[in-house]
T-cell receptor
């Protein structure tokens, strides 16, 4: 079955370290997105990509970086510059990148904890 | 800029009671509207969507929503709630050439036995 796979499900990081969250989709979707979720704050957009080798900053991109070298993959790196990285991270994808009328398909998330 | 307001942070209902979750949106053109549900520690699952046509849309798990342009609302309803419906519900808006969805902050639903 097609879907989005996020790994790992739980991730622990020491302060000052970079860490990369994986997101892979086999839905042949053009667009991919990274959201951060904190209690009571809903979903906040970090980065998004409409096509391979192109991506744009979302609302809270500081301290994060992404790449889109393959259509299927959109990894997110949480850098040491991110001041409060502990959160639940959700990856999503959509078809018809210019319209989005079908909504997004979400992965099951990665919970990152800084220790 | 587009935005979504979910006025109720937390709602508690009894099993078997009816449910209505409110969603108000701001968007400059004809919106695409979505409701998603999230169980604890999981991703979001699409319940239903509206982008044209009949303003009353049916979704999965017995949910429905009604688009009211005059009120800029897209409220989610269910006639009889089941204990398994306890989750967090998110409304989202997008549309036209803007494929980005904007999400509300969510409404947490608790179901009492």
């Amino acid at each position: 079955d097609g879907g989005i796979t996020q790994s790992p499900k739980y991730l622990f990081r020491k302060e000052g370290q970079n860490v990369t969250l994986s997101c892979e989709q086999n839905l042949n979707h053009d667009a991919m997105y990274w959201y951060r979720q904190d209690p009571g704050q809903g979903l906040r957009l970090i980065y998004y990509s409409q096509i391979v080798n192109d991506f744009q900053k979302g609302d809270i991109a500081e301290g994060y970086s992404v790449s889109r070298e393959k259509k299927e993959s959109f990894p997110l790196t949480v850098t040491s510059a991110q001041k409060n990285p502990t959160a639940f991270y959700l990856c999503a994808s959509s078809m018809e990148a210019a319209r989005g009328i079908h909504g997004y398909t979400f992965g099951s998330g990665t919970r990152l904890t800084v220790v | 800029a587009q935005s979504v307001t979910q006025p109720d942070i937390h709602i508690t209902v009894s099993e078997g009671a009816s449910l209505e979750l409110r969603c108000n949106y701001s968007y400059g053109a004809t919106p695409y509207l979505f409701w998603y549900v999230q169980s604890p520690g999981q991703g979001l699952q699409l319940l239903l969507k509206y982008f044209s046509g009949d303003t009353l849309v049916q979704g999965i798990k017995g949910f429905e929503a009604e688009f009211k342009r005059s009120q800029s609302s897209f409220n989610l309803r269910k006639p009889s709630v089941h204990w398994s419906d306890a989750a967090e519900y998110f409304c989202a808006v997008g549309g036209g050439s803007n494929y980005k969805l904007t999400f509300g902050k969510g409404t947490l639903l608790t179901v009492n036995p």
